[in-house]
Each structure stands twice: as C-alpha cells, then as structure tokens.
C-alpha cells in the first residue's frame, strides 16, 4: 500500500472517530436533559443526578418504576443502579461474564422499552426499531418525547 492510500485511510479513521464523539456526546447530552426533564415533571427532587452518567439510571428506574414488578419498586432507581454495577463486576469474571452480558443487554432493552410505554406510542415497534439500529437514535426519540404525559 503506497503513502497517499494510508494517509487517506488515516484521514478517514480520524474522521470517522471524530463524528462518533461528536454524536457520543450529543446522545448522553440528549439523554441527560430528556431524562431531566421527564423527572421534574413527575417532581422528582434529584432529577440533576440524570446528568452523572452510572447514576442516570437511578432517575431512569424512578421513571419507570410504576411499569416495575411489585419487587422491584421500593428504591427502583437505586436497585436499577445496582443491577447494572453489578453486571459491569460480573463483566470481569471469566464465563460468568458471557452470562452477565446477556442479562445486561436484555435488562438494558426491557428499561427502553418501558421508558417508551410510559411516555411514548408504539413502544414495541420503536423498541425494535431501536434494537435495529443499536439504539443510535434512541437519545433523539427519548429527547423528542420528554414532554409527553406519563401513560400509568
């Protein structure tokens, strides 16, 4: 491979590197204020915590939590916070970490979907629209709805 192809290839890593932390930052932006947004409109008083990134999911799980099973819902912003820690510790252990990704990935889709049954239309299509598309422009869609009324 001659000097100029590596350099255009180069060129076009470093490119395409640039837009994804572009768009990185701009999806957890989108996501903080739509999640912020979303709390203090049910009159949560920590809704500032949707802008620390693990603990995002905290006011994640108090959104969700009338859509919870029963054993989940005292504290469910702080047990939504555990489960993923705790996948993220298990992510270090050798076979248990094959388990500790399905769990996460399928706890991670199941907290989508019950973000858009709550506050959105059609959450089943979007769920999979969004699984489709590995959840790119998932922060756009939670950001386009935060104004909605919470469906109970």
């Not at 979303?38 to 994640?60: S, T, Y």
């Not at 916070?81 to 992510?91: M, Q």
């Not at 991670?108 to 769920?127: D, H, K, P, Q």
Request: aromatic fraction near 12%.
């Amino acid at each position: 491979m001659d000097d100029q192809a590596t350099a255009g290839l180069l060129a076009l890593s470093a490119g395409a590197i640039i837009i994804s932390l572009i768009w990185a930052i701009a999806a957890y932006l989108l996501t903080a204020f739509a999640l912020n947004a979303m709390a203090k409109r049910q009159g949560a008083e920590d809704a500032f915590l949707a802008f620390i990134p693990i603990v995002q999911l905290k006011v994640w799980g108090d959104l969700v939590e009338q859509k919870l099973p029963d054993f989940l819902k005292p504290q469910a912003g702080w047990k939504t916070v555990w489960i993923v820690v705790g996948c993220i510790i298990l992510n270090l252990i050798p076979i248990i970490n094959i388990l500790a990704y399905i769990v996460s990935i399928v706890f991670g889709i199941w907290l989508m979907y019950l973000l858009l049954e709550r506050y959105g239309s059609n959450a089943v299509l979007f769920t999979i629209l969004h699984i489709i598309t590995c959840s790119v422009f998932f922060p756009l869609h939670v950001f386009l709805i935060r104004k909605n009324e919470p469906h109970y």
